[in-house]
């Protein structure tokens, strides 16, 4: 056809610019360009020779176009002379048009009408491959037997069954005889091409960020379709969401986190471009929510809320400053001789049942009117433990500064995955706005086990203990969130207490040495010691604050100076003592001072000891008061004396609680005071 369709598409765009009418062109033509495309049989009246002008004009008074549009229109079309490219010059108008809006105009083929949503999808799809806006017509193609093809300027999509049949034709052709003589393995063969069409067809209706799920299983989903994804994106599956894991070429490799019911092959999947996020704010404060924060107290939904992403960068060098301040846990043996600073990373370490959660927990309970924000992250256990807990710290008031975030044993494994970043982010919030934070992850042992679960589910290759090779970085770009921030942040901290389960005391195993490496020092509990009713069960040996004692109390310095020495002392001539009585006296003043000291150590659950008192008992002990008492009666002199003091001598009570140190006055009237109350308590023996 060599008449120049686009001389009188210009022709047309000029007059319509002339009468400042283009808008009123473009929608009128657009609207027929819209009724002829899909009308194969006006489309082949109009571009038959064997009418009119009028006739035509006549056929589409239904579409009630404009009628001086229309009249223009025909002008044209009988310039051309009734040649078979009315809808040619249409066509060519739109280009000239969307060109002036720089986009460029195309088409794309079907046999069915496209939803204006599938072609919008479809022109950003082409849009961003050719980084250029594109504008789409949608035109009947009945030789694509299904699919579409997209042809923009010189550049063709085609995703058409007809060509996808073709080249399952050729590729039939070319397989070896053994599939083509072997007819069950021939029907297989096609069978399988057929569902590649269809996912094909969806991919390209769609865009980048529309898939569809090709297989589910444990939790874990394999999609094939989207194009633009990013690592730890969250994807919309009707109602069920998941996360991405595995970015692969032509594959995503994502884990469901809720609504696994809802989700089976060929469920539309959607990119949503946002990373997994939690809710955030005062609101969580008294709360209990899962890994996504939804929350399970049943207690309604959380107002007052932004969100943050799960996972977030930690601070850097400059932003932070080193640990300045004691954060007290209300027990002894920890504060005394395996201080914890805040913004330090102390990691509780033991076999299973003995006591490591309910060191956390008495620890939070202390933060009670300290101004310290607590987080406990259950994951893996039981509802029924974290449900004990939750109402034991709701009984001491501790939930008012308290957020649980529980991913239980029974839920997917990727909300156990996430549970500990989810919790860190929340932190995150009151550290960055300058408060106090305290995080426990309980445990990290079961953290590793969903994230191997997880892994191998995935097929990414596994290492050490079946555990992926990126098990390491999985607790330590976790646990370096937590800081204490410089003046210049806002000076705010979150102190981490992550527990770890070991079995039958192997600390060398490979997650256990993992943070032990990444913590700044660890509790050691053994379960000797708890069985024989030393508890907290702290092995002071192996346990160890590598920068909390900088920011130790100068009291509690002085007073616990000796302590681990002593206790050491004790182990080590312990085992001769069980030979006989002749003893020298050191030995047996060593082994008389340890076993009181262990004794004073001791502290039941659920009643953490002021530091101010801390300090008066273990001043007791330096000076050798605790030593002069029956070793049974340890404990009821240490309250006894306690009641008393604070009763008779509250100003040396208010003076180490204000300022914690012990000075040479401080010095002289306590221990004047204690010494009275000691020999009253002997006497009344
Ligand atoms: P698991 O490995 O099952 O998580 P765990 O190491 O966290 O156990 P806990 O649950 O804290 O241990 O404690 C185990 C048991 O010991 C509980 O019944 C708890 O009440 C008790 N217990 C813990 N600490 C003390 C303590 N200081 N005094 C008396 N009992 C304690
Ligand atoms: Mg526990």
Not at 367 to 377: A, D, M, S
């Amino acid at each position: 056809m060599s008449i120049d369709t686009k001389k009188y598409a210009q022709e047309l765009y000029d007059l319509a610019i002339h009468d400042n009418k283009l808008e009123l062109y473009r929608s009128e033509l657009e609207k027929l360009n819209d009724a002829l495309n899909f009308d194969i049989e006006l489309n082949n009246y109009f571009n038959s020779s064997n009418y009119s002008s009028a006739d035509k004009k006549a056929k589409i008074n239904d579409l009630k176009l404009n009628s001086e549009v229309v009249s223009t229109y025909f002008v044209m079309v009988d310039a051309i002379n009734k040649t078979h490219i009315e809808t040619q010059l249409i066509h060519d108008f739109l280009t000239k048009y969307y060109s002036r809006e720089k986009k460029i105009f195309g088409t794309v083929y079907s046999v069915r009408k496209l939803t204006d949503k599938a072609i919008k999808d479809i022109e950003k799809a082409i849009a961003s491959q050719l980084e250029r806006e594109v504008k789409l017509e949608n035109k009947y193609d009945g030789d694509l037997i299904g699919g579409i093809k997209v042809v923009v300027n010189n550049n063709i999509w085609d995703a058409s069954y007809k060509t996808r049949l073709k080249d399952l034709r050729n590729d039939l052709l070319s397989d070896d005889k053994e599939i083509r003589n072997d007819s069950v393995a021939m029907s297989k063969h096609i069978k399988a091409q057929i569902d590649d069409y269809e996912k094909i067809n969806v991919n390209v209706e769609s865009s980048d960020t529309v898939g569809y799920v090709t297989s589910v299983a444990d939790g874990i989903i394999n999609i094939s379709g989207i194009n633009k994804a990013m690592a730890s994106e969250l994807l919309s599956i009707g109602d069920a969401t998941a996360m991405v894991m595995n970015l692969e070429e032509e594959n995503i490799g994502a884990v469901l986190l809720d609504g696994e019911e809802a989700v089976s092959e060929g469920s539309v999947v959607k990119a949503t471009g946002r990373v997994v996020e939690v809710p955030v704010g005062d609101a969580l404060l008294g709360r209990v929510i899962n890994a996504i924060g939804t929350p399970l107290d049943g207690k309604g939904s959380l107002k007052n809320v932004t969100y943050a992403p799960i996972e977030a960068n930690a601070p850097g060098v400059l932003d932070r400053q080193s640990v300045s301040e004691p954060l007290e846990t209300g027990l002894m043996v920890i504060d005394s001789m395996i201080p914890i600073g805040k913004g330090q990373r102390e990691l509780i370490i033991g076999d299973r049942q003995t006591g490591k959660t309910a060191i956390a927990v008495d620890t939070i309970l202390n933060q009670h009117g300290k101004n310290v924000k607590c987080i406990y992250v259950a994951i893996g256990q039981k509802n029924s433990t974290v449900a004990q807990i939750v109402k034991r710290l709701t009984d001491e008031g501790a939930m008012s500064y308290t957020t649980v975030v529980m991913a239980g044993a029974s839920d997917l494994p990727a909300l156990q995955y996430i549970a500990p970043y989810a919790g860190t982010a929340i932190g995150e919030y009151f550290m960055n706005r300058g408060d106090d934070v305290l995080i426990v992850y309980d445990d990290l042992s079961k953290h590793a086990v969903a994230y191997r679960t997880l892994s191998l589910l995935l097929r990414r290759p596994p290492g050490r203990e079946a555990y992926p090779g990126d098990v390491f970085y999985l607790h330590s770009r976790l646990l370096e969130r937590s800081a204490k921030l410089s003046e210049d942040k806002g000076g705010g901290s979150m102190t981490a207490l992550p527990i770890v389960e070991t079995l039958a005391g192997d600390i060398s195993a490979y997650i256990p040495t993992n943070v032990i490496s990444i913590t700044d020092g660890q509790i050691f509990l053994q379960t000797e010691l708890f069985n024989s009713g030393n508890r907290p069960a702290v092995d002071s040996g192996l346990s160890v604050s590598r920068v909390g004692s900088a920011a130790q109390y100068k009291a509690m310095k002085k007073v616990s100076a000796s302590l681990k020495l002593d206790l050491a002392q004790y182990q080590e001539v312990l085992a001769f003592s069980q030979f006989g009585s002749d003893l020298d006296a050191n030995t047996r003043k060593t082994i008389n001072h340890g076993s009181h000291l262990i004794e004073l150590l001791k502290q039941p659950q659920y009643s953490p000891v002021a530091v101010e008192d801390q300090i008066i008992l273990l001043y007791a002990n330096q000076k050798g008061y605790i030593d002069s008492i029956a070793v049974e009666d340890v404990k009821d002199y240490a309250k006894k004396m306690l009641l008393e003091l604070h009763s008779t001598y509250p100003e040396i009570i208010k003076e180490i609680a204000d300022n914690k140190v012990i000075n040479n006055e401080i010095d002289e009237q306590l221990n004047g005071a204690i010494g009275q109350i000691t020999e009253r308590y002997k006497a009344s023996k």
